[in-house]
């Protein structure tokens, strides 16, 4: 497993923007497949955005879509999530999550790393 602590989170007002930050250890990022994921109160996890392992395939949700971005630099050994134009409907717990599976993984129980969540607040 690799080791994953989120940062960057805050209080934002609407169509403002967030980079969140996830610090990895342990393994490297470009040895996993690396997603994000968020919960809101009352809510499930529901996916956001993942980078797959060993190439630069990204995937998103329909929601974020054209908005959020990940990147990955492999020489900081970090995952970003870049939000842009945010809105109160994002605001959520937001979760940087690893796993060894290739491919295009959304689904957060094909994930077996997680971090502990940085909070992202949207108000309008």
């Known amino acids: 497993q690799v080791q994953l602590v989120e940062s960057g989170g805050g209080l934002v007002q609407a169509g403002d923007s967030l980079r969140l930050s996830c610090a990895a250890s342990g393994r490297t990022v470009s040895s996993y497949g690396m997603g994000w994921f968020r919960q809101a109160p009352g809510s499930e996890r529901e996916f956001v955005a993942a980078t797959a392992r060993g190439s630069d395939v990204t995937t998103y949700a329909d929601s974020v879509k054209g908005r959020f971005a990940i990147s990955r630099d492999n020489a900081k050994n970090t995952v970003y999530l870049q939000m842009n134009s945010l809105k109160p409907e994002d605001t959520a717990i937001y979760y940087c999550?690893?796993?060894?599976?290739?491919?295009?993984?959304?689904?957060?129980?094909?994930?077996?790393?997680w971090g502990q969540g940085t909070q992202v607040t949207v108000s309008s």
């Open positions: 999550a690893g796993t060894p599976r290739f491919g295009k993984r959304s689904a957060p129980y094909e994930y077996d790393s």
